[in-house]
């Protein structure tokens, strides 16, 4: 892969003081009418590293990422990004903030009329004012990074899901954000094609010095990918931390989610385990967030 023509990004912070957290979420709990999707959720995500959030489907994961973007707004708590409180801030100063995130999402959520050049183009076309050769050349550099340039031509509908994927990425990557957040990245693809990505992924961090943040329940991905990780189970964070710690944890939560086992707190009812705690549920966690 032709990474050696992908220019360094001018922003990167300083090694001094890259450990500093990026996104901080203090206390955010969300919820739908009478169902609580998240409760008193803090971590810091720190800087410059892969960051990823676990939990089983419908837990509230997708919630907590448009939580950070300001899609939804937290009805208890705060979400900070580089110090700043984004849930009570203007749209004008909402949209400085998003311009630092590259975004994919679940589905890739490419536009299907467009071709995947179009696609990669979109953000620099809303927010710069760069001219037709200058996106080219930007366009063509991310491509050459996720492998795309020869299918460039073709609309969304003409290429595999893996292709899609990668399409989503280099649009996340194409503004160079400081941060990049993935809604599940692995989803409709299969596991060698989660290998190829999970690559891409690493290398592509590495190559930026962005800060990535990975939503998924992709197990052999986190632990391809990820620096620290996060666990979320029936409303609450049930801890955050290095991978090693987490890895190493005697939580069951953690240990039956990190081994894929049925054995354990998590059971088969997804809507049980994703809101609320039910009230007889004394044996649900209790949150402990830990620095990273
Ligand atoms: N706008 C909304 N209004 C009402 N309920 C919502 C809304 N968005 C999400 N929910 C509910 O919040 C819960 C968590 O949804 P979310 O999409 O965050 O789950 P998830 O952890 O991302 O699941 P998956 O792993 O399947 O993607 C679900 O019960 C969902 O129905
Ligand atoms: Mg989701």
Same mark, same amino acid.
């Given at each position: ?50 960051? !990823?959030? $676990? *939990? ?5 994961? /997708?919630?907590?990422? &448009?939580?950070?973007? %300001? =899609?939804? +707004? ?75 340039? !020869?299918? $460039? *031509? ?5 290429? /595999?899901?893996?292709? &899609?994927?990668?399409? %989503? =990425?280099? +649009? ?75 890895? !190493? ?44």
């Amino acid at each position: 892969m032709p990474l050696a023509l992908r220019r360094p990004r001018p922003q990167v912070v300083p090694r001094a003081t890259r450990d500093d957290a990026v996104i901080s979420l203090r206390g955010v709990s969300k919820w739908f009418g009478s169902n609580t999707i998240l409760k008193d959720v803090s971590f810091d995500v720190p800087r410059g590293k892969t960051t !990823a959030i $676990l *939990g089983p489907s419908g837990t509230g994961k /997708s919630v907590l990422l &448009k939580n950070i973007i %300001g =899609l939804l +707004r937290p009805d208890e708590g705060e979400v900070l990004v580089d110090g700043e409180v984004i849930g009570t801030m203007s749209d004008k100063d909402l949209f400085r903030v998003r311009r630092k995130f590259g975004v994919l999402f679940q589905d890739g959520a490419l536009f299907g009329s467009m071709t995947l050049y179009e696609n990669i183009a979109f953000p620099l076309r809303e927010h710069t004012r760069k001219g037709e050769r200058e996106i080219r050349e930007i366009v063509h550099r991310n491509a050459e990074l996720v492998g795309l340039v !020869a299918h $460039l *031509g073709k609309l969304p509908g003409e290429v /595999s899901g893996g292709m &899609k994927k990668r399409a %989503g =990425l280099a +649009r996340a990557m194409v503004l160079d954000p400081e941060i990049v957040l993935f809604d599940e990245p692995d989803s409709g693809l299969d596991p060698v094609r989660v290998a190829y990505l999970d690559e891409l992924v690493v290398t592509a961090q590495r190559e930026t010095g962005a800060t990535f943040f990975i939503i998924t329940h992709n197990i052999p991905s986190v632990m391809r990918t990820a620096d620290h990780l996060g666990l979320l189970f029936r409303s609450r964070l049930v801890r955050f931390g290095p991978k090693d710690v987490m890895c !190493a944890s005697d939580d069951p939560v953690i240990r039956q989610f990190l081994a894929g086992a049925t054995e354990g707190p998590i059971g088969m009812d997804e809507m049980a385990d994703g809101g609320a705690p039910p009230a007889q549920a004394g044996a649900a966690p209790s949150a402990s967030t830990g620095a990273p």
